[in-house]
C-alpha cells in the first residue's frame, strides 16, 4: 500500500501566520489523489482539498494544496483561530486501498 | 443536504461483535458508495473498507479481510458495518463517510458521519 509521511509533525504558530505542511507518498499518487482534512478534538474531519489543489465546498481561499506525483503541500495562510487543528493528507488513487497520513498538529504559539 | 447519522455509543467484551449502522439523507442512496474509517484514541486515522450501495462491490483493507463485513438496505438508506473478533485494539471512534462522484470508488470523502465510539473493555 502506499505510505503517506507528513511533516512536521507539530507545528507552533501565532495567528496571522502562515503554514506549511508536506505530505510525501511511498510512491506515486495516482492522478494526483491526494486529499487533505482538518480534524477538531471530538469532532469528524472535515474535507479542504481533494485532487491535491481543489478547495473543497465552503472552504476559505486562504486553504491552498499544491504537489503532484510523491511530494505534496497544504498551505494555510494568515491563520485564523479557528485553524489551529490537526491536518492529515489521504491518498485516493490506489485501487487495492486508501491510505492516511499520521497527522500535523497546528497549535497556537 | 447530504446527512450520514450514525448510530450510538458502544461498548463490547472481547471476542465479541459490534454492528454500527449509518444512514443516509438527503441524496440517492443507490447512487454512492460507503466507507468506514476509524480513528483509535489520540491516533490517526484508518480507513477500512468501502460498500457500493448500488451493488453491494466491496473493497476491504486487507487486514481487515475476513473480520469486516459492510452492507447496505436499500429500503431505509442505511449502511452497516460489523466486526467480528473485537479486541481492546479495536477500541475507535468509527466514522462512515461518502464522495461526491457519482458510482466512484476513487473519491476524497466529502461527507462524513458523526462517528461511533466504540469500548472493547473486559
Known amino acids: 500500500e502506499t505510505v503517506l509521511t507528513q511533516s512536521p509533525g507539530t507545528l507552533s504558530l501565532s495567528p496571522g501566520e502562515s503554514a506549511t505542511v508536506s505530505c510525501r507518498a511511498s510512491?506515486?499518487?495516482?492522478?494526483?489523489?491526494l486529499a487533505w482534512y482538518q480534524q477538531h478534538p471530538g469532532q469528524a474531519p472535515r474535507l479542504l482539498i481533494y485532487g491535491a489543489s481543489t478547495r473543497a465546498t465552503g472552504i476559505p481561499d486562504r486553504f491552498s494544496g499544491s504537489g503532484s506525483g510523491t511530494d505534496f503541500t497544504l498551505t494555510i495562510s494568515r491563520l485564523e483561530p479557528e485553524d489551529f487543528a490537526v491536518y492529515y493528507c489521504?491518498?485516493?488513487?490506489?485501487?487495492?486501498?486508501?491510505?492516511f497520513g499520521p497527522g500535523t498538529t497546528v497549535d497556537i504559539k | 443536504q447530504v446527512q450520514l447519522v450514525q448510530s450510538g455509543t458502544e461498548v463490547k467484551k472481547p471476542g465479541a461483535s459490534v454492528k454500527i449502522s449509518c444512514k443516509a439523507s438527503?441524496?440517492?442512496?443507490?447512487?454512492?458508495?460507503i466507507s468506514w474509517v476509524r480513528q483509535a484514541p489520540g491516533q490517526g486515522l484508518e480507513w477500512m473498507g468501502w460498500?457500493?450501495?448500488?451493488?453491494?462491490?466491496?473493497n476491504f483493507r486487507q487486514k481487515f479481510r475476513g473480520r469486516l463485513t459492510m452492507t447496505t438496505d436499500r429500503t431505509t438508506n442505511t449502511a452497516y458495518m460489523d466486526l467480528r473478533s473485537l479486541t481492546s485494539a479495536d477500541t475507535a471512534v468509527y466514522y462512515c463517510?461518502?464522495?461526491?462522484?457519482?458510482?466512484?470508488?476513487?473519491?476524497?470523502?466529502?461527507?462524513w458521519g458523526q462517528g461511533t465510539k466504540v469500548t472493547v473493555s473486559s
Open positions: 463517510a461518502r464522495g461526491r462522484l457519482e458510482w466512484d470508488f476513487l473519491d476524497a470523502f466529502h461527507t
Open positions: 460498500i457500493s450501495a448500488y451493488n453491494g462491490q466491496t
Open positions: 510512491q506515486s499518487v495516482v492522478n494526483n489523489y
Open positions: 489521504q491518498q485516493y488513487g490506489d485501487s487495492r486501498g486508501f491510505t
Open positions: 438527503g441524496y440517492r442512496f443507490t447512487n454512492f458508495g
